[in-house]
């Protein structure tokens, strides 16, 4: 079956310092990945979305890679601030379309002052 | 301004009663979902629709029901079939039809049971 894995539940980094989340999948082959971000309470909200023929995509501080080889996407925060703390879920798409959106438990990101 | 709405954000239900979760959406979106967040898990697909007057089963459709009369509602039921109903419950939205298309999500319903 379909797997997910992101890196560990939580990391703590300090400001000011570069975040890296990996998400690794398994039994599939996403042509797709997206990366939301969820804070406490409240619904996800999409940030970025990388293609299989997409080695890198960038916007603002945030930058994800994509190795459909290694079948693994890196999610990187640089120069990180307090506010970037939240859950960040990975959620490789294989048909396309969010219908088939398959979403990772997310890792919880604390980025200490 | 537009989005998701679900309502309520907190609600309590006795065991054996059903129970109903509000998501109205006025992106004029085609597709829209339900999914379930359990602590430490990602979100479980429970029931999508792409249109409507269809709706398709997903991963944890069990206990469940949903309708889909108007495009901007999608309504979803927790019966007393739901064995572990206590959860947090989403409502998203999306196009159809279009590649890489993200998933817009509502502020989300806690559920629990007492």
């Known amino acids: 079956s379909q797997k997910i894995e992101q890196n560990s539940e939580a990391l703590n980094i300090q400001e000011g310092k570069t975040a890296t989340l990996t998400c690794n999948y398994t039994?599939?082959?996403?042509?797709?990945l997206q990366w939301y971000r969820q804070d406490p309470g409240r619904g996800p909200v999409f940030l970025l979305l990388?293609?299989?023929?997409?080695k890198e995509k960038r916007k603002e501080r945030l930058k994800v890679t994509f190795d459909t080889t290694l079948k693994q996407s890196l999610f990187h925060i640089t120069a990180s601030q307090p506010a970037d703390s939240a859950t960040y879920l990975c959620?490789?798409?294989?048909?396309?379309?969010?219908?088939?959106?398959?979403f990772g438990s997310g890792t919880q990101l604390t980025v200490l002052p | 301004d537009g989005g998701i709405t679900q309502s309520p954000k907190y609600l309590f239900r006795k065991e054996g009663q059903n129970v109903t979760l509000s998501c109205e959406q006025n992106?004029?979106?085609?597709?829209m979902y339900w999914y379930r967040q359990d602590p430490g898990q990602g979100l479980r697909l429970i029931y999508y629709?792409?249109?409507?007057?269809?709706?398709q089963k997903g991963d944890i459709a069990e206990g469940y029901s949903v309708s889909r009369e108007k495009k901007e509602s999608f309504p979803l039921t927790v019966t007393s079939a739901q064995k572990n109903p206590t959860a947090f419950y989403l409502c998203?939205?999306?196009?159809?039809?279009?590649?890489?298309?993200?998933?817009?999500f509502g502020q989300g319903t806690r559920l629990t049971v007492v």
């Open positions: 629709s792409q249109i409507v007057n269809d709706f």
């Open positions: 959620a490789p798409d294989a048909s396309g379309s969010a219908r088939q959106l398959t």
């Open positions: 998203a939205s999306s196009i159809v039809g279009t590649p890489n298309t993200e998933a817009f």
């Open positions: 992106l004029n979106h085609d597709a």
């Open positions: 990388i293609r299989e023929n997409e």
């Open positions: 039994n599939y082959s996403p042509a797709y």
